[in-house]
């Protein structure tokens, strides 16, 4: 009996395999075409206005990352060392942007933003300091996936890096967004 079920087991393993769809291959590539109207076929277009905007922050945030492992110094704003807002400060007035020079004051410029509706650019800030009185660090967003936002900024432990607002140092330090563009 025990033969018998193995014998029966292995003929339908073997016909199991023989019987699946190759697939088909094609030498030349396939298109598809889509029926309809052109308007039920196109995406809308972006401004003018955002498209400049899109490009400025995409500018900005490759100055900032021109910066990455920069070691941190208090109040450096070149390559031998650089502090957070000294960052942010040094990649936007590379862009023609004129901003504080202190995250505490960065912080009330612009439009304050909750966190869903970040995007690349955008400001954020941070009370890391024992007291935590006042705003004390910023950081650039530099990618938006979802819930899970990167900015650069300078860690006092590591230099020039990027982060994810997920951590729970940074997630726990976070006051507030801002829109500067």
Same mark, same amino acid.
């Given at each position: 009996?025990?033969?018998?079920?193995?014998?029966?087991?292995?003929?339908?393993?073997?016909?199991?395999?023989?019987?699946?769809?190759?697939?088909?291959?094609?030498?030349?590539?396939?298109?598809?075409?889509?029926?309809?109207?052109?308007?039920?076929?196109?995406?809308?277009?972006?401004?003018?206005? !955002? =498209?400049? &905007?899109?490009? /400025?922050?995409?500018?900005?945030?490759?100055?900032? +990352?021109? #910066?990455?492992? *920069?070691?941190?110094?208090?109040?450096?704003?070149?390559?031998?060392?650089?502090?957070?807002?000294?960052?942010?400060?040094?990649?936007?007035?590379?862009?023609?942007?004129?901003?504080?020079?202190?995250?505490?004051?960065?912080? !009330? =410029?612009? &439009?304050?933003? /909750?966190?869903?509706?970040?995007?690349?650019?955008? +400001?954020? #800030?941070?009370? *890391?300091?024992?007291?935590?009185?006042?705003?004390?660090?910023?950081?650039?967003?530099?990618?938006?996936?979802?819930?899970?936002?990167?900015?650069?900024?300078?860690?006092?432990?590591?230099?020039?890096?990027?982060?994810?607002?997920? =951590?729970?140092?940074?997630?726990?330090?976070?006051?507030?967004?801002?829109?500067? +563009?």
């Amino acid at each position: 009996m025990l033969r018998k079920t193995l014998y029966f087991l292995a003929l339908l393993t073997i016909i199991g395999c023989g019987s699946a769809k190759k697939k088909r291959t094609y030498s030349t590539p396939r298109t598809v075409t889509v029926e309809g109207t052109a308007e039920n076929t196109t995406l809308p277009e972006k401004s003018k206005k !955002e =498209e400049r &905007k899109d490009k /400025k922050a995409e500018n900005i945030i490759a100055t900032a +990352l021109t #910066f990455s492992g *920069t070691r941190y110094k208090f109040g450096g704003t070149t390559r031998k060392g650089m502090d957070c807002s000294g960052l942010v400060y040094v990649a936007l007035k590379e862009n023609d942007i004129v901003f504080p020079r202190v995250s505490y004051q960065m912080a !009330e =410029e612009g &439009k304050r933003i /909750k966190v869903g509706q970040v995007q690349k650019g955008d +400001l954020l #800030f941070f009370k *890391t300091g024992k007291s935590g009185k006042r705003i004390n660090h910023v950081g650039l967003v530099v990618d938006v996936k979802g819930n899970d936002i990167k900015f650069i900024h300078a860690s006092t432990s590591r230099g020039v890096i990027v982060s994810s607002l997920r =951590e729970g140092y940074w997630n726990y330090a976070f006051v507030k967004a801002m829109r500067i +563009l």
